[in-house]
């Protein structure tokens, strides 16, 4: 079979499943969901020995990627635990909502309905595997899953045992489809099935997004990066102030929802930056000062033009003391990503200026940008966050996973 | 200047709009659209003369396409009512919803923002020019105009006395940006900015659809065909049904919404189809029937396999009886376009079935395909009716225009 018969084989089977899955009962989702989470667990040697086989071949692979892709009897576990939660949580589909009667007397709503077929591209952790099939499922959605060739034998063994359980289960064949062949056309040729998926999610770096948004006929919803800033204004509660922005950047830097730039209003500066910063360094940041900063505390590396706006993914923090907070706002505007913006103040007519100005996904009055998430803001579990301003913004939970179609209900109404 | 660089420069102007647009007061954007509304009235002169020059360029198009063409007094009042109309809905920007505090005592919820820089490009009729520049101004967005080059003159006259009107009250410069170079190579290198551009929304017919899908880096949300059934039950109503399958085909037959194919249980089809289709022809309908069809109403033109699925946008209606809802409903996924569909019926747990299980943007019980409609369903004026699965589903109205970001408010909540 040549590749391009290859890709629509898998998209077909995929959107021959989609149908079938949109009408499937909650209970046997459900059902399916906790089996496929035992059927992890039971088959964890198969899964360490597949892993095995990626491991070997990832010689050329950093030491952080090399620990994406390890996987234990630990993150197995947290595979299996991910699973039984979303079967824990409610079913979006079928939902009906807005209900209304128009002055001709049809009731006009609309009812929640899965997408179709979803197709996820993402790299490196296995763990995608199980939670993307896992929350396409729950939603009533197809899944093509097209991993990374550095996880190829991970991905292809988790989905084997998660499909197996699955369909003993109930869930039709081509549900959980899987791209098993590594080569790189096919994830061209996928991006051009816009007759068979409906939504391509990426997952991964910057080179992804681009070569995502170069090649799809599909739409997309990109999961690209945070450029996250956090401005301590001059009302702010410092010692409030000082836990959130440690938390922010410290708790796990590598994620897209950490902080990367530090603004602080130059009336509390003097007082506030000092131990902060000191924290910092004991912490093992590497603290990036603009000219003001640097005289505060001038153990700081100064900052270069190029660390604005940069997403370092790592103890690395910019600082910037600022006039105000319009210059703050700016500075926002100009370098960030619109994916997590916070405000320290006490001043609510600051507060309400920044969440009504600020353009990201997320913007926090008084909380840590690490709380974008889709459990922390109560959607369940999540898919990612989105940076994409269509559709979904933000994290991403099951019914962001759904569309709608409107209803009505009439008693023999016609166009006038 | 190069076609590159101009497209560049008019997307950029639209960009640099778009944060002002975003946060204008509702007064100041209604201002602008009753101004704009008076504006067009008091041009009417100069509007006509441009249309003239369109006119005159236009001898190789259809009667029809002559028809959408032509500007009347009439069709500047009706765009003009257009913008008052838009003036009077409500303002969907800053809305706050889904406000909830989560146990670790953060409130979170959303705010409806717009999406930014909207691209519209479209075909023909002038007035879309005035619509689509009102919604994308009521919801806060920038917009790139991209009309038919066999429109341009008209267009641009239109976006001159609109911008005008606008600029003195209060609308930034490059809120409505008009591509007023017709070169075809303009829109592709528009439909790759997606930099500046967050959405596009093609109106037209099939070939501009293809192209822009082909093309685009940038989401679309696609204004595609319809064909749409209606199924009549053997539980109907006969009298509502032939009121609605006559309004559904016959009321403007070149709408996306009309009824295209009759799907009749054969259980009523002698009593029912033998005076409908009567009446049908009576107005001009050329009905292509099944040979079940032809049995019944042997004045009908035998269907030909090409007839079902076929978008006829004219007096022409396809007519199959079929055996029960499973084939009407198996002959609707087979054929349909996803976009209207209907059944009438009497039986409540046909009607839920039919709702629940029928794929379409829209799914009616007992009314007029005909109807689906932003006005009609409740939504205020409309910018079309979207056959893309994601983001707006079916009719668009103000509120579609928008995007969210969530909203934080903490005290002090760090990521454990």
Known sequence: MNLAD????????AKTAAPQLALLPTDVKNAALLAMADALESHEADLLKANQLDLHAAVELSPAAIDRLTLTPKRITEMATGLREVAALPDPVGQVFGMARRPNGMQVGRMRVPIGVIGIIYESRPNVTADAASLCLKSGNAVVLRGGSEAIQSNAAIVKVIS????????????????????????????????????????GGEGLME???????????????????????????????????????????????????????????????????????????????????????????????????????????????VKDMNQA????????????????????????????????????????????????????????????????????GLEELTTSKFIVLGSGQLRE
Not at 170 to 196: C, H, M, W
Not at 222 to 244: P, Q, R
Not at 289 to 294: D, H, L
Not at 361 to 382: C, I, K, M, P, W
Request: net charge negative; charged share 25%; aromatic share 6%.
């Open 211 to 321: 070569f995502v948004t170069k090649e799809s006929r599909i739409p997309v919803i990109k999961h690209d990066k945070g450029v996250c800033h956090t401005y301590v204004d001059a009302s702010a509660d410092l010692e409030m102030a000082e836990s959130i922005c440690f938390n922010a950047k410290v708790q796990r830097p590598g994620t897209c929802n950490a902080m990367e730039t530090l603004l602080v209003h130059e009336g509390i500066a003097h007082k506030f930056l000092p131990p902060l910063i000191a924290r910092y360094q004991e912490a093992g940041v590497d603290v990036r000062g603009c000219p003001r900063t640097a005289i505060l505390a001038p153990s700081v590396t100064p900052a270069k033009e190029s660390d604005w706006g940069t997403e370092f993914l790592d103890l690395v923090l910019a600082v910037r003391v």
């Open 6 to 13: 290859y890709v629509i084989a898998k998209a077909t089977q």
């Open 164 to 203: 197996e359980a699955g369909g003993k289960a109930g869930i039709p064949e081509g549900a959980i489809t899987f791209i098993e062949n590594p080569d790189r056309q096919i994830s061209v040729l996928l991006l051009k099935q816009d007759k068979y998926i409906d939504l391509i999610i990426p997952r």
């Open 329 to 396: 706002m700016e500075h926002i505007a100009r370098y960030g990503s619109q994916h997590s913006e916070a405000i320290v103040t006490q001043d609510d007519s600051r507060s309400l200026r920044f969440l009504r100005e600020v353009d990201a996904a997320a913007v926090f009055v008084n909380a840590s940008t690490r709380l974008h998430d889709g459990y922390q803001f109560g959607l369940g579990a999540e898919i990612g966050i989105s940076t994409t301003r269509i559709h979904a913004r933000g994290a991403m």
